[in-house]
């Protein structure tokens, strides 16, 4: 029988998802068994819609949650001051970005940000980094993609070999 491919991040990519007032237990538990698969380190961002040490966060990251890379942050500025990331190190999701999401750059350290699921990003964070958005293409039979899936597809594509790295 075959073995399962493993992919390693011992190769120096660093990659970092970032839930700005994530509201949904489940999908940041799914997140961070997703983050935890790829290599990525998960930050959270307050206000928090949850307790993080709900029950249903734990189940949706089964037995995986204790071992998530995981970051809690007051707020997106505590954030930034803490990791000071560059310009081309940044990628914020929105349906109202401006490039598509596999024209996302692939430095070696990268943070795809998200907002909450209902309200998305908040205004001020897309206008002052508004070059740096993308968006994932949908048709228009659905308002929007679940956070989890989307999470998913954009931080694999960050990994796709050949996307610079």
Known sequence: MDQLPHWSPDDGVERHVVLVAPEVHWNTGNIGRTCLGAGARLHLIRPLGFSLDSRQVKRAGLDYWPRVPLSVWDDFQEWMDALQPQAGELALFSKAGRRPHWRIPTPIRLFL?????????????????????????????????????????????????????
């Open 113 to 165: 940000i998200f907002g909450s699921e209902t309200r998305g990003l908040p205004p001020d964070l897309l206008s002052t980094f508004a070059a740096q958005t993308y968006y994932i293409p949908i048709t228009s039979r659905i308002r929007s993609l679940n956070l989890s899936t989307a999470v998913g597809i954009a931080l694999y594509e960050s990994l796709r070999p050949g996307n610079g790295h």
